[in-house]
């Protein structure tokens, strides 16, 4: 049982990082129908971004509040992350808007290998740790353990997807979204600025995607330029779970995901009598993929997309 | 490419072609060689093994038009495959001959065990689901080596016996007729002999039915079943041919390098496959072949930034290691921002691609390919 609530606080932490992720891949895909390979990078460079600040500032002065420190981090992470969001959508994505699927799917490959490579350079190989700034107070609920940092990254995680729901709910901006997504030409008639409104969902999949890196960073306490990989894949994966193009699918897919992953780990050496341990949980995560798919094609929120006649 | 063998003015012609062609391909290792040193003839190895797994995954993405980013699965049974049964890893030495095939059985198996349950699935989810299982393999590759060691885990198996023919072992360098083959020069021909069979079939398939019946199902689905195409038997076909062409491959990698681990089977060795294919000309296969030898020269050629910055400012500033896979990067995207429909792509693409606005997108609307 302590095991069992244990992992599923684990895997709620974990899930809500990937919903945030999630949201970039979802989001995009919902208006252009284009997987943004990109995105972990950008989730990546987040990370990396803030630990700079964070480190230029403790270098500056130690005495100061781990909090404020960390939040001055995530407050250059973000509009860095934007920025390279929106170059990234110019020069990549805009002149292929008209091409075949698999073009900007290539393209997103190779922003993807630039980025990757460009952090390698500039931040090195090694491991970047993340300073134990933050308060870390640890509590007992139901025989299990949770860190502050736990709690902290839930409650701003959600704090960020009720935002964005938000946003796409009740703004101006967010209805230009939704009918972005259900028909670009229609929605073009009547007066939304298309490009705008898809430069606009690069760089709010950007924000949320620094947020996400700095948060995993800080969670496993390092950073490193090969990052962005897995927890793109992983993220991907949520956002295809939940259906694509799905806000709240995203949102679920990402919460599932963690948690499946988290029992899984945690429970598969009993399972399988010790035949296979917790370094399965990859393949945890993407076998329980494998099967939402092929019993439901479209996701768990997905609509049923009929067979184009 | 090999556009002119195709359209031949006459007979001669053709006939002469062929002849300078074949005698090209026969010597090249050894002109490679003298001009550029032994390790390119490694990479020309490379270039030959990267031309079969391209032509394979061509079937399945190109002809098919079904996007698999889990492609590199099928190499990695291959490769293991012949590692389990002609190492010192279980004290087996089976010859490769028996081995290459039963890999190919294998990895054949294995594509239609993905394909089956898949077959519903369409475009990007068909993607994901791909990759997650190339991905499951690889991870298992990295774990089976607890409680019993299977795959020998993270370290990968060594020592894996070299092919030999009458006699002559590839992994020694050796003296034949008075010419002194290294192993890299035994295993060009050995590859060669490999992707001109591939070729062939590539070819012999993609003007038979079956392979019209892939490109049927590619274009429109459902017009395809009603036409009387099995579309289900025919999209199984397709996995199990491409991962067929995929488990062999791996069987000779593993023979060349004489060590596997799961570091070669990443997803990046997928993506990789993929992208010389969209970069050729997808569907189309002068394209596919020069795509795969591109992508395998382009990188090694990059090596010499090195060289280049130790000439031009006297030191080098950044590891060309490090520098060569960020222009790899840049050499995709510029690629596919100004020539999306691949170096050499089929008449048919070629119209798609550059048909007048209205005619354009009647006809993209039409491809499975497009934004509808």
Aim: proline share 3%; with cysteine.
């Amino acid at each position: 049982m302590d095991i069992f609530v244990q992992q599923l606080i684990n895997g709620l932490v974990l899930g809500s990082i990937y919903a945030l992720v999630a949201l970039g891949y979802t989001m995009v895909y919902g208006i252009l129908e284009l997987i943004n390979f990109a995105h972990g990078e950008v989730t990546m460079m987040g990370a990396m971004v803030a630990l700079t600040v964070i480190g230029l500032l403790l270098g500056l002065n130690p005495e100061l509040s781990g909090l404020l420190v960390v939040l001055a981090g995530v407050l250059v992470a973000i509009p860095a992350c934007m920025l390279l969001a929106f170059t990234i959508e110019r020069v990549a994505y805009r002149p292929l808007r008209r091409a075949p699927r698999l073009a900007p799917l290539i393209t997103a490959i190779g922003v993807s290998i630039v980025l990757q490579n460009a952090a390698m350079l500039i931040w090195g190989r090694q491991y970047v740790s993340f300073p134990q700034i933050l308060p870390q107070q640890t509590y007992e609920v139901l025989g299990a353990h949770i860190t502050s940092l736990q709690i902290f990254i839930v409650l701003l995680c959600m704090a960020v997807m009720a935002g964005l729901w938000l946003l796409v709910q009740k703004t101006r901006l967010g209805r230009a979204m939704r009918a972005t997504a259900q028909s670009k030409e229609v929605a073009m008639l009547m007066g939304v600025d298309i490009d705008r409104v898809i430069s606009a969902t690069f760089v709010i999949g950007a924000a949320l995607a620094a947020i996400a890196g700095v948060m995993v960073s800080a969670y496993y306490g390092l950073a490193h330029y090969y990052m962005g990989f897995m927890l793109g894949l992983k993220a991907f994966s949520a956002a295809v779970l939940g259906g694509i193009g799905n806000i709240a699918g995203a949102m679920l897919g990402g919460l599932l995901l963690g948690v499946i992953e988290a029992l899984g780990a945690g429970y598969i050496g009993d399972l399988t009598g010790g035949f296979l341990g917790s370094h399965y949980q990859d393949v945890f995560a993407f076998f329980v993929l494998i099967l939402v798919l092929v019993f439901r094609p479209s996701g768990l929120l997905g609509e049923r997309v009929a067979t184009r006649a | 490419m090999l556009e002119f063998l195709h359209r031949p003015r006459t007979r001669a012609q053709a006939r002469a072609a062929i002849i300078l062609l074949a005698v090209l391909l026969a010597l090249l290792p050894f002109l490679v060689e003298a001009g550029l040193g032994r390790s390119w003839v490694r990479v020309l190895d490379f270039a030959l093994l990267y031309v079969i797994l391209a032509l394979g995954l061509n079937i399945v993405v190109g002809y098919a038009g079904l996007l698999d980013l889990g492609f590199v699965a099928f190499y990695a049974l291959g490769a293991y495959l012949y590692a389990w049964l002609a190492s010192p890893h279980f004290g087996l030495h089976l010859p490769f001959w028996v081995v290459l095939p039963l890999g190919a059985g294998l990895a054949g198996l294995f594509g239609v065990l993905l394909g089956a349950p898949t077959l519903r699935l369409r475009g990007d989810y068909l993607a994901i689901v791909t990759l997650g299982f190339g991905e499951i393999i690889r991870i298992f590759m990295n774990n089976l080596n607890a409680p019993v060691n299977i795959t020998n885990g993270p370290q990968g198996i060594n020592l894996i016996d070299p092919v030999t023919i009458a006699g002559v072992s590839f992994g020694k360098t050796q003296e034949l007729f008075g010419i002194t083959f290294a192993s890299a020069h035994f295993y060009y021909y050995l590859f060669l002999v490999f992707t001109l069979a591939t070729l062939f079939i590539a070819y012999r398939l993609q003007d038979s039915r079956i392979g019209r019946a892939w490109v049927a199902i590619r274009e429109d689905e459902v017009a395809a079943a009603a036409m009387g195409i099995n579309t289900r038997n025919i999209k199984l076909l397709a996995f199990a041919m491409g991962a067929v062409f995929g488990g062999v491959a791996g069987g000779l990698f593993a023979a060349f390098q004489g060590f596997i681990s799961p570091e070669s089977f990443t997803l990046w060795e997928s993506i990789l496959i993929l992208c010389m294919i969209v970069l050729g000309g997808m569907g189309h296969i002068p394209g596919v072949v020069l795509g795969a030898v591109l992508l395998t020269v382009l990188p090694e050629a990059l090596r010499y930034l090195g060289d280049w910055q130790r000439a031009a400012l006297g030191e080098v500033v950044v590891d060309p290691g490090d520098l060569r896979m960020l222009l790899f990067g840049v050499a995709l995207v510029l690629m596919m921002v100004y020539r999306p429909e691949g170096l050499i792509p089929s008449r048919q693409r070629k119209r798609e691609f550059h048909a007048e606005d209205g005619v354009a997108a009647q006809e993209q609307a039409s491809l499975y390919d497009s934004r509808a």
